[in-house]
């Protein structure tokens, strides 16, 4: 992309109302617009990044045998009255009439969809077990929304349902989730903590957050510090082997993480001292596993080997994948800007070009843009008429990884400039060796 050409209405002052250093850099980024109390406008940068996250999302979902498909946001309130929930559910539910007076609502979750699909269509053991999930728009009118994205009243969720014949599958399902959202955020490049949680409206027994870390975070969490230094890393997993499965989520969830919900601090207090830690998390998703109260209230029943008919054994499994831009910024940033995660980054690479207009220099870029366009990359070049400064304040306000600087000077000595955004290092090269270092980088993500 040209800069000239794109999008990125950028903020130099900045904004009074953001109160979070995430909600003030995709401000001034560009990347949303408040359309109403939290509600956002997608402008293209924040748009493309968005788009990332849900493909790492649907990536890691397809490889752990869970299947996409998509549901209305508008709903009859009839399944929720069926379920039970919709009286229960309160004020956060954004409830509304159709021109006929029938009670609609906009979806703040979807078990009911979900099992009513399930019920319809799916009467016997041998279609199970079953995952499906979405990635879609939710409204809960959130009393306070604040911090931009990250609290919203409009916000993406993936969500996803598992329908198993007996709760060891069930379990089976949950561990699942638990190993593919871990490979998730570390995708992301965001480390998430599995920290046991509290169910809450939903139910059941057995429910983890995912917590970034972040003084920011709204959730007090208590953990041990050696949780920090378990990496995922990129071992080969068999989703349906359950020992594997079942392997990873004890090595993820055996050490102390808990949020205040649950906190026990005689059970922290057995943590060595030096390894206690007290935080602040964001919580990016959250994994429910709450047996039949779903399929029991709405009739969701298969046929057994022997006949005889049973309700199914369900979870519901939650990425926020709208408050993840927010989370991901709050975890990597510095005084100049958002500093993205390769896996995430909404272009591969900047090109700078330090005198537009001049003819070397102007071909130079273009090569550069060329070759790194032939390779499947996507650099955004600043081809504006502007200072190097304003050009170099853009490029680190909106966080590209890597910086390709163009200049009559390095090229007369036949090098460009590469530059990390994270460290701040430069290395001069010439331009084929920057192609080649900016491909390598991204080769394997
Ligand atoms: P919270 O405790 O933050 O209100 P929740 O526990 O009610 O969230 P879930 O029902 O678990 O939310 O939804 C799954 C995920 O959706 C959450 O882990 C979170 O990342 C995201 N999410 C929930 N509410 C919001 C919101 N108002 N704005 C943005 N993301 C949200
Ligand atoms: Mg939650």
Redesign the pocket.
Known sequence: MRLSRYFLPVLKENPAEAQIVSHRLMLRAGMIKQASA?IYSWLPLGFKVLRKLENIVHEEQVRAGHIPMLMPTLQSADLWRESGRYDGYGEEMLRMQDRHGRDMLYSP?AEEMFTDVFRSHVKSYKDLPLTLYQIQW?F?D?IR?RFG?????E?L?K?GYNFDLTKEDALHAYNRHLVSYLRTYERMGLQAIPMRADS?P?GGDYTH??LVLAETG??EVFYDAEITDLKFGDREIDYDNVDQCQAILEEFTSRYARTDETHDEAVFNEVPEDRRRVARG?????IFYFGTQYSEALNATVQTPDGSSVPVHMGSH???V???LGAIIEASHDDKGIIWPEGVTPFHCGIVNLKQGDDEADAACEALYKSLTALGLEPLYDDRNERAGGKFASMDLIGLPWRITVGPRGLKNGVVEVTCRRSGESEEMPPEQAVAKIAGIYAGL
């Open positions: 939290g979750t939710k809960r959130e929304p994205v990250m609290r919203g009243r916000f969720m969500d809450g939903i957050e995912f709204e959730s964001i919580e990016v998703g959250q939650g990425i926020g709208s408050r993840l």
